[in-house]
């Protein structure tokens, strides 16, 4: 078995994709349950976590720790075998989600015929994981929160579904890769054809992971912590992993249906290719920020931590800038895609999952049944004009041959049209019955 | 080779899991392992080229169908019935029956396979580009059955909610 | 491809699982899951001959009775829950009102 044989085996990158994403994927959510905390305490004039480790930055680890060390308690009269079961099925239906999404044109698991369809789909079993678990508590809180839960999450699948399929009806096919290849052809993120798409695809995908300001059914304060209530050590970190494990997989499919996926913006024209260079530019950025700031720090310890912080940044750029300026054809630049795939891909995850984060501590929460009464009255009928929009939007432009943006321009103004119209008869609806209750209280 | 070894594991998992459902005695436990024979399925329809239907299977039947069952089945979980008799108190007829319909089938199947083998299977390119196909063919010569079931749907939704109203 | 027998054997038993599930059981969410798994039997039938026949047309009707099954799932439901508001019960056997 020489060397060359198992390079050249079709099912390597797969495999090592499937085994990075299996092993590495908790220690990421870790510390994207970190950066929240971080972002958090930003927002709010605070610092964080800041002891254990250099800036916080050992807290997850810390945290994990804990976690597997904590006693196991099965509640009196629970079905043992659901739940131990539970947790894994929602892990298990998250992690196999993570595997039809194209980090790079290489970075692939699968390129399935129905790759988003599978992404959905399978991303729909994690409800499984939430009722059994709930139900297995033998408790009424979880009970009650489970089913909150699921409903939920039922409500706002349909309409995350038919934004998706609005965003298909452009793409024309359910291949992960082939949908951003065809972003790259048609040279424009399907973002801006379909902006009411992402927005309602936005707005369903808090609510499908249950974040804030949709996350009454595990809120602290309204239900202790619903499903979640009798779990405790591993298989809350469990449950919590396949919580973040979701976030990242609803970021992928708007990233890769909306954003335009692994592509650098302007991916099809060549007078942008200095674009190229930005990824390196930007980590750059990153590693002068930290080496101006080391010699700032109070104690020494964190300012070797700053400086090698800054060397590894820019290390990183070297690895980005190294393939566009390697000449065409060699190993280095036969890289290029992979890398700067990868980077454009994870760099616009984050940003989506930030904008979650932003959002999760800008809004109060919503009460459960505003919650849905906004997903069955208001963000479905969206979404079907917004389906609607586009396909006569593309029967004007490939059928009667208008341009793209005249006819694109007039149905998003339409869809825009009927979503106000929407809430305009939403809130007539809420302020008429105040203003029964307040004549029937006089009368 | 490895197309026998997957039809063995799924069809496995799916009488088993059959048998399961119809003889466990705690409702939900009997939901899961339906769950799971429908899963199996999924992967039947998988092996034998059926991609699209693969993904139907898992959204519709095990994501929509078996969430809705587990719903009712919390609803109307009874502690009483747990304990109670399960099977009928005639299921030895019921046996009977079943092994009479069974054996005849069994028969049938036997006797006329030969004809079938006879019968070269088509290629597999003759599914493909599937998701295409089942569209074409579920909008084009098939677009009247279509419509009849969007309309039972419609008629389904109407009855499920005004019988599932306490006041109508 | 598998050879067409072995996919007839694996729905026949689905199938009579099936059947022993639906006259044999008291509890009336079992037996509208044995009702499933009838429809799931029949659905690998109509794939497998779809595969072998080579043609689209056996996906396109298991289609429909996937459908079928969402519809009559939904109803059925709904039925056991106002029953079971009634009389609370959802044994098939003290479904017996209409007797006198």
Known sequence: MDLNAILQWPHLVPLICALAIVLVLPLVAGYIVLVERKVMADMQVRLGPMRVGPHGLLQPIADAVKLLLKEDIIPENADRYIFWLAPLISVTAAML???????????????????????LGVGALGIFGIVLGGWASNSHYSLLGALRSAAQLVSYETSAGMAVVGALLLAGTLSTRAIVERQAQDGVWFLFAAPVGFFVYLVAS???????PFDMPEAESELVAGYMTEYSGFRWALYFLAEYTNMIVVASIATTLFLGGYLRPFAGTPIFDFLDYLPALLILLVAGYCFYRAPKQPVSVQKGFMAVVGLLCGGMALLLALPVAAPAGSFLAGAKPGLHGAFWFLAKVGAYLYVFMWLRFTFPRYRFDQLMRLGWQFLLPVSMANLAGIAAALALHRGLGWGVVPSFALTTALTVAAAAYLVWIGEKHEVGKIGEEETAGNA | ????????????????????????????????????????????????????????????????????????????????????????????????????LGAQAFAAILVSRQSLYALPPAPAQALEPNTELVAWGLFHTYVLPFEIASVLLLVAMIGGVVMAKKRI | MVPIGHYLFLSLALFSIGIVGVVTRRNVIIILMSIELILNAVNINLVAFSRLVG?????????????????????????IIAFFRNRETVLADEMDILKW
């Open chain 1, 206 to 212: 808090i609510a499908e992971t249950n974040r804030a």
């Open chain 2, 1 to 100: 080779m490895l197309d026998l070894v997957v039809f063995y594991f799924f069809a496995a998992l799916a009488v088993v899991s059959a048998v399961l459902v119809v003889t466990r005695r705690n409702v939900v436990h009997s939901a899961i392992f339906l769950a799971t024979a429908l899963l199996a399925t999924a992967g039947i329809f998988l092996s034998l080229r059926a991609e699209f239907l693969f993904i139907v299977q898992i959204i519709l039947y095990t994501g929509g169908i078996m969430v809705l069952y587990v719903f009712v089945i919390m609803l109307v979980n009874l502690d009483v019935a747990l304990h109670q008799v399960q099977f009928n108190r005639r299921w030895y007829v019921a046996l009977l029956l079943t092994v009479v």
């Open chain 1, 97 to 119: 989600a993570l595997s039809a999404v194209p980090i790079g044109p290489v970075f692939l698991i699968a390129d399935l015929n129905i790759g988003l369809l599978f992404i």
């Open chain 3, 55 to 79: 043609s689209v047309e056996g996906q396109i009707f298991a289609i429909f009775i996937i459908t079928d099954a969402a519809a009559e799932a939904a109803v059925g439901l709904g039925i």
